[in-house]
């Protein structure tokens, strides 16, 4: 199956928002 | 799936995929870089006033980028590794991230002004760059693409309109280098000329999402000059960048009638296939911020250092994938056309955005 880079960046960004919002990733963690 | 099995492809696959993985892993090495050197300037004055805050992350990223991607070609291994130096993919995971902290309110108010501001902006800087590459004797596919670069949000509006007017790869690449050479100074020189004029941060931002070609570098003039700067900048331009998909179908529809002479005309489907699909991600992010399912917090705190990373990684690779070899084939001409048209499109948009979000629509708090 070939998935587009725009729906690509939007699976990978709510992956990593429901991680941040279960504490998974920490802010310290990811500090820029 | 294929079931076939062919040894040499598969194998080339797999270095091809490793190699790309490396890459990856140098645009990770080079982003830690980019933010060890601006903690190194944060907070100092540079000569004539100008504050070290001008050197943010943007800047440094990209020009460590540009750096490595001298050596990296000079070595001969560019190449392998641009598999893994993916500019779009990392911006448009922080511009979703970026959502989850821009209120819905505040999109509906942006986005209005930004949809008439887009509809100003692109109109005359496409006529106008049309007209002008015209007068000195540009080719039209090249007209096409580079009067959508420069009048939309640059690389992805160029793929797009070379696509609808069957471009040849090498125009694409010419003006690709074309808009990343132009909006690298302008990423740096927006925001100073934007202090120097003592300018609300909504109205800068307007205008660097307005006036800067692409999105990468609107972003980074946005986080140059503030927060709110940067919201609105990702706003307006991401406005703007959807207003791709409808270009393309005009322009399909001209050359396939005007200049080819085809009867049939193409499906207006093409709107939506260019239509940039994680502006959708932005919306709902901001929607789920909005609604309170995102609050202010660990959780808001880690997905904005995400979105720093992210944006990092792309200004990274905004410099690693820069080529200048197509400037020696195509002259000099499409250069002095495209400066020209980048200050009517500066000094335009200046004016555009400080009369839309500085009096018609003015946002005060984000």
Redesign the interface.
Known sequence: MNI???????I???V??AL??L?V???A???? | MSTKVNNTPQSAGGNSLAMSLVGFALVVVLAFVARWAKYQVYGTELPFGIPGKVLEYPLWAALIGLVVNGILKAVKLHEPLKGGFRTELFLKIGLVLLGASVSFQVILTAAFGAVIQGIIMVTSVYMFCWWLAGKFGLPDTLRAVMSTAVSICGVSAAIAAAGSVLAKKEEITYVTALVIITALPLMVIAPLIAQAMNMPEPVAGAWFGGNVDTTAAVVGAGTIYGETAQKIASIVKQTQNALIGIVAFLLALYFSTMVEGKKEKPSASIIWKRFPKFVLGFIVASLLYTFGVIQKGDAMDAMMGMKDWAFCLAFVCMGLELSVGEFKKMGWSPVIVYLIVTVFNTLLALVVSWVIFGWLFPISAV
């Open positions: 587009s880079e725009d729906w690509l960046s939007v990978i960004a709510f990593l928002m941040a919002i504490g990733i920490a802010p963690l990811v500090k820029f």
